[in-house]
């Protein structure tokens, strides 16, 4: 089994999100903002946007209007910088406009303070 540290768990707050490196592989480490770590390929599926340079933050509600945003899921949603495609972190990565479609996924694990990634 590959495994590898990729970050410490201080190195992020709830809510935040960095880029690694697992192997010569471009991770995104986030952590929701309920505190729990999740990593995924730190590339956009729609044209590779680096998805770091994006944001988390949460989905708007039905009860949104133009003008008026209504959020729920605060701290679940990576939001791709260039053309604002949104991944559900909670859920395997998954478009919220395509759930068919998703980010690929890398398994993690907790020891200490170290944030492993490993195949």
């Not at 910088?81 to 998954?94: C, L, Q, V, Y």
């Not at 759930?99 to 990634?117: M, T």
Request: aromatic residues 10%.
């Amino acid at each position: 089994m590959r495994e590898q540290v990729v970050c410490k768990t201080t190195d992020l707050e709830p809510g935040e999100m960095l880029a690694s490196y697992f192997g010569k592989q471009n991770v995104l480490i986030c952590r929701t903002s309920d505190g729990e770590f999740y990593a995924f390929r730190n590339q956009c599926t729609h044209q590779g946007a680096p998805l770091d340079k994006g944001m988390v933050c949460g989905a708007t509600t039905e009860e949104s209007t133009p003008g008026d945003y209504h959020y729920c899921r605060k701290g679940e949603i990576i939001r791709c910088p260039w053309h604002g495609r949104e991944f559900d972190i909670k859920n395997e990565g998954r478009m919220l406009a395509n759930p068919d479609k998703k980010l690929p996924g890398f398994k993690l694990r907790i020891e200490d303070d170290e944030v492993i990634v490993y195949k």
